[in-house]
Protein backbone atom coordinates (compact mmCIF):
# COMPACT_ATOMS: atom_id res chain seq x y z
CA UNK A 1 0.00 0.00 0.00
CA UNK A 2 1.65 3.67 -1.06
CA UNK A 3 1.48 6.29 1.32
CA UNK A 4 -1.40 8.39 0.02
CA UNK A 5 -3.64 5.06 -0.40
CA UNK A 6 -3.03 4.82 3.16
CA UNK A 7 -4.19 8.80 3.99
CA UNK A 8 -7.12 7.87 1.83
CA UNK A 9 -8.34 5.06 4.10
CA UNK A 10 -7.59 7.27 7.33
CA UNK A 11 -9.96 9.81 5.91
CA UNK A 12 -12.36 7.28 4.62
CA UNK A 13 -12.18 5.47 8.58
CA UNK A 14 -11.67 8.47 10.45
CA UNK A 15 -10.78 8.82 14.01
CA UNK A 16 -12.22 6.68 16.71
CA UNK A 17 -14.08 7.80 19.56
CA UNK A 18 -15.53 6.55 23.00
CA UNK A 19 -19.01 7.55 21.44
CA UNK A 20 -18.73 6.02 18.42
CA UNK A 21 -17.56 2.66 19.82
CA UNK A 22 -20.50 3.35 22.36
CA UNK A 23 -23.11 3.68 19.86
CA UNK A 24 -21.89 0.25 17.90
CA UNK A 25 -21.96 -1.87 21.51
CA UNK A 26 -25.22 -0.47 22.36
CA UNK A 27 -26.51 -1.33 18.91
CA UNK A 28 -25.00 -5.07 19.42
CA UNK A 29 -26.46 -5.23 23.25
CA UNK A 30 -29.78 -3.94 21.96
CA UNK A 31 -29.70 -6.89 19.06
CA UNK A 32 -28.90 -9.43 22.36
CA UNK A 33 -32.01 -8.26 24.38
CA UNK A 34 -34.32 -8.28 21.76
CA UNK A 35 -33.42 -11.93 20.39
CA UNK A 36 -33.61 -13.05 24.66
CA UNK A 37 -37.05 -11.06 24.62
CA UNK A 38 -37.97 -13.24 20.73
CA UNK A 39 -36.91 -16.24 22.26
CA UNK A 40 -38.71 -16.18 25.21
CA UNK A 41 -41.86 -14.96 23.65
CA UNK A 42 -41.54 -17.76 20.94
CA UNK A 43 -40.27 -20.96 22.72
CA UNK A 44 -42.21 -20.41 26.38
CA UNK A 45 -41.15 -22.66 29.14
CA UNK A 46 -37.10 -21.87 28.68
CA UNK A 47 -34.70 -21.56 31.28
CA UNK A 48 -34.85 -17.88 29.99
CA UNK A 49 -38.19 -16.97 31.03
CA UNK A 50 -36.89 -16.15 34.51
CA UNK A 51 -35.12 -13.42 32.92
CA UNK A 52 -38.80 -11.21 32.28
CA UNK A 53 -38.04 -10.92 36.33
CA UNK A 54 -35.90 -7.73 35.63
CA UNK A 55 -39.08 -6.31 33.66
CA UNK A 56 -42.65 -8.21 34.66
CA UNK A 57 -44.99 -5.17 33.45
CA UNK A 58 -43.66 -5.29 29.92
CA UNK A 59 -43.98 -9.37 29.94
CA UNK A 60 -47.59 -9.51 30.80
CA UNK A 61 -48.50 -6.72 28.43
CA UNK A 62 -46.54 -8.79 25.91
CA UNK A 63 -47.23 -12.46 26.58
CA UNK A 64 -50.48 -12.36 24.98
CA UNK A 65 -49.10 -11.41 21.63
CA UNK A 66 -46.75 -14.26 22.01
CA UNK A 67 -45.81 -15.16 18.61
CA UNK A 68 -46.38 -12.68 16.42
CA UNK A 69 -44.64 -10.01 19.12
CA UNK A 70 -41.30 -12.95 19.38
CA UNK A 71 -41.29 -12.44 15.32
CA UNK A 72 -41.35 -8.48 15.50
CA UNK A 73 -38.17 -8.86 18.10
CA UNK A 74 -36.42 -11.21 15.99
CA UNK A 75 -36.63 -8.71 13.29
CA UNK A 76 -35.44 -6.19 15.43
CA UNK A 77 -32.59 -7.98 16.78
CA UNK A 78 -31.57 -8.72 12.95
CA UNK A 79 -32.23 -5.20 12.07
CA UNK A 80 -29.56 -4.07 14.97
CA UNK A 81 -27.07 -6.37 14.25
CA UNK A 82 -27.41 -5.40 10.70
CA UNK A 83 -26.95 -1.51 12.24
CA UNK A 84 -23.64 -2.49 14.10
CA UNK A 85 -21.91 -4.20 11.83
CA UNK A 86 -22.40 -1.13 8.86
CA UNK A 87 -21.58 0.81 11.93
CA UNK A 88 -18.46 -0.98 12.96
CA UNK A 89 -17.32 -0.60 9.41
CA UNK A 90 -18.40 2.65 8.61
CA UNK A 91 -21.01 1.95 5.81
CA UNK A 92 -23.48 4.75 4.78
CA UNK A 93 -26.30 2.48 5.27
CA UNK A 94 -24.80 1.45 8.71
CA UNK A 95 -24.97 5.18 9.91
CA UNK A 96 -28.76 5.49 7.99
CA UNK A 97 -30.03 2.55 10.06
CA UNK A 98 -28.82 3.23 12.83
CA UNK A 99 -30.45 6.59 12.54
CA UNK A 100 -34.12 5.76 11.47
CA UNK A 101 -33.63 2.65 14.34
CA UNK A 102 -33.01 5.55 17.01
CA UNK A 103 -35.64 8.20 15.17
CA UNK A 104 -38.06 5.39 15.90
CA UNK A 105 -36.89 4.90 19.33
CA UNK A 106 -37.23 9.06 20.01
CA UNK A 107 -41.08 8.64 18.22
CA UNK A 108 -42.30 5.62 20.13
CA UNK A 109 -41.03 7.42 23.95
CA UNK A 110 -43.00 10.60 22.35
CA UNK A 111 -45.95 8.30 21.81
CA UNK A 112 -45.39 7.32 25.69
CA UNK A 113 -45.23 10.60 26.63
CA UNK A 114 -48.46 11.51 24.79
CA UNK A 115 -50.30 8.37 26.16
CA UNK A 116 -49.65 9.53 29.92
CA UNK A 117 -46.40 7.78 30.69
CA UNK A 118 -44.18 11.34 30.95
CA UNK A 119 -41.78 9.90 33.12
CA UNK A 120 -40.72 5.99 31.16
CA UNK A 121 -41.41 8.93 27.67
CA UNK A 122 -40.01 11.50 28.94
CA UNK A 123 -36.62 9.52 30.10
CA UNK A 124 -36.52 7.82 26.73
CA UNK A 125 -37.09 11.11 24.55
CA UNK A 126 -34.17 12.80 26.45
CA UNK A 127 -31.78 9.86 25.89
CA UNK A 128 -32.84 8.63 22.07
CA UNK A 129 -32.95 12.27 21.38
CA UNK A 130 -29.37 13.14 22.64
CA UNK A 131 -28.17 9.74 20.90
CA UNK A 132 -29.63 11.24 17.68
CA UNK A 133 -28.12 14.59 17.78
CA UNK A 134 -25.45 12.52 18.48
CA UNK A 135 -25.88 10.82 15.60
CA UNK A 136 -26.68 13.50 13.18
CA UNK A 137 -23.92 15.57 13.68
CA UNK A 138 -21.31 16.45 10.62
CA UNK A 139 -18.22 14.98 11.96
CA UNK A 140 -20.06 11.71 13.02
CA UNK A 141 -21.57 11.44 9.23
CA UNK A 142 -18.50 12.62 8.23
CA UNK A 143 -16.92 9.11 9.09
CA UNK A 144 -19.13 7.03 7.02
CA UNK A 145 -18.68 5.99 3.21
Not at 49 to 74: C, E, H
Amino acid sequence: MQDNDRADVVLVIGPKTQGFTAIGIFLFFGAIMASLAATTLLWRGAALDRLWALNPTAYRQLAPLGSIVGILFLVLGVALTTAAIGWFRRRLWGWKLTVGIIATQVLGDVVNCLRGDLLRGGTGVIIAGALLLFLLQSRVRATFA
